[in-house]
C-alpha cells in the first residue's frame, strides 16, 4: 500500500493565485514528520516546509502553508501570491520513527505544478 | 556552510559495468542517505548512514553498497548495472535527522 499518495499528477495554476496541492499519507507510527519539497527541472531537492505529527498548529514558511489534518491523514500544501518560478515538480514525504530505517523518507510521486503568466 | 555536492553530475555506463557515485555532505551533517529516482516518479530510499555505519536500507539489492568516509563524505557503489539502474542518484545530508539537505543529483544512464 502507498504510504504517500499525490492524487494531481499535474496542474495549472495562474500567476498571482494561491495553489492546493493534495496529499495523504499512511502510518500507525504516531510519531512522523511530513516534508515537501520542490525539485525544478536542475533535479536538486530544495526543502520548502515541514510539519511534525505532534505539532499544535499548521507550519508556515514565507507564501508555503502546510494544511494538517491529522484525523484525515493529509497535509496539502499551499502556495500563496504564485510566480512563474514556482513551475517544478513538488513531492510530499513522510519520515517514520520506527524500524530499521529510521530516519529515511518516504516519497509520493509528485505533482508538477505549471504557473500560467 | 556549504551545501550537498555530487559528482559527476552526468553519467553513461554499459550494463554490466560497475559504478561509484559520490556526495561531499553539508558541514558537520553525521547522516548521509542515497536516493534512486527513476524517470516521473519519486525518489526511494536505498541505504543511509550514520557515522560511517548503514543504519538503514531500503528495498535494493546487495550490488548497491555504500560507505560513508570519517569527513562525512560517502559513496553509493553499483555492481553488474542493468538498465533499470538508469536513474537521477539523489544524496542527502542530515543531523539528527530532522533536516534533509539533498545534492542536484547523479544522472545515470546504463545502455
Known amino acids: 500500500a502507498q504510504k504517500i499518495t499525490q492524487t494531481q499528477p499535474g496542474m495549472f495554476v495562474q500567476e498571482k493565485e494561491a495553489v492546493t496541492l493534495d496529499c495523504t499519507y499512511d502510518t500507525s507510527d504516531p510519531s512522523y514528520g511530513l516534508f515537501w519539497y520542490k525539485q525544478p527541472s536542475s533535479g536538486e531537492m530544495i526543502f520548502l516546509i515541514y510539519?511534525?505529527?505532534?505539532?499544535?498548529q499548521n507550519a508556515t514558511e514565507g507564501r508555503y502553508s502546510l494544511n494538517f489534518q491529522k484525523a484525515r491523514k493529509s497535509a496539502n500544501l499551499v502556495i500563496s501570491a504564485s510566480q512563474l518560478g514556482d513551475s517544478a515538480m513538488y513531492f510530499c514525504?513522510?519520515?517514520?520513527?520506527?524500524?530499521?530505517?529510521?530516519?529515511?523518507?518516504?516519497f509520493g510521486k509528485g505533482t508538477k505544478l505549471s504557473v500560467k503568466p | 556552510e556549504t551545501g550537498v555536492t555530487q559528482s559527476p553530475t552526468h553519467l553513461i555506463k554499459t550494463r554490466g559495468q560497475q559504478v561509484t557515485l559520490r556526495c561531499s555532505s553539508q558541514?558537520?551533517?553525521?547522516?548521509v542517505s542515497w536516493y534512486q529516482q527513476a524517470l516521473g516518479q519519486g525518489p526511494q530510499f536505498i541505504f543511509q548512514?550514520?557515522?560511517?555505519?548503514?543504519?538503514g536500507r531500503g528495498n535494493f539489492p546487495p550490488r548497491f553498497s555504500g560507505l560513508q568516509f570519517p569527513n562525512y563524505s560517502s559513496e553509493l557503489n553499483v555492481n553488474a548495472l542493468e538498465l533499470d539502474d538508469s536513474a537521477l542518484y539523489l544524496c542527502a545530508s542530515s543531523l539528527a535527522s530532522y533536516g534533509y539537505t539533498f545534492g542536484s543529483g547523479t544522472r545515470l544512464t546504463v545502455v
Open positions: 548512514y550514520y557515522r560511517e555505519e548503514e543504519n
Open positions: 558541514s558537520g551533517h553525521n547522516t
Open positions: 514525504a513522510m519520515r517514520e520513527h520506527y524500524g530499521g530505517s529510521q530516519g529515511n523518507l518516504i
Open positions: 510539519q511534525g505529527s505532534y505539532d499544535q
